[in-house]
């Protein structure tokens, strides 16, 4: 007797299980690189300067909208993070050593979804600690954002940093 795939009813449940298998293995990658390497904002184009300020210093930050509302619910902020490495035991009694960010300072403004866009200035807060720098207190990081909060999906966002310097 020749084999017919359609035949065989116990298979089906295997096949079903690996197809979502897949499935959900392909959304898992996508998550993780989209969290990686968020979403563009197209539309809109930032420029800052000075490029190197020191905490007390303003920022003086252009945004440019390409397009006809481009800036429909888009904010810009000055925003400083953290890096720090947190070490832990886990169950197995081995030392492990991961990354956790996070957030120093934010400061958001609303950009108007048509018309002329007014230069905005973001003021380093005085107590910013140095771009860069290792060690238990992480490395420091600063930029001004442009990102479109999108909800159950990843935020577009454009992002141009700034280095603080001492």
Known sequence: MAYNAGESK?????????????VLGLLGAWALLRRVHPPR??????????????????????????????????????VGTSVKPVS?????????????????????????ADGPVPDLRFVVPAYARPTGGKGSRGRVSWAVVAHRPARWRFDRRLRRAVEVTR
């Open 88 to 112: 832990y035991v886990d169950h197995r009694g081995v030392q492990q050593t991961i990354e956790r960010t996070e957030v120093l300072h934010e400061h958001w403004r609303d950009l108007p």
């Open 10 to 22: 116990g298979d089906t449940p295997v096949y079903a299980l690996g197809i979502a298998a897949g």
């Open 41 to 78: 904002l197209y539309g809109v184009s930032l420029e800052v300067e000075p490029e190197r300020a020191e905490p007390g210093q303003e920022l003086a930050v252009r945004v440019e909208l390409k397009r006809a509302g481009a800036g429909e619910g888009v904010r810009v902020g000055l």
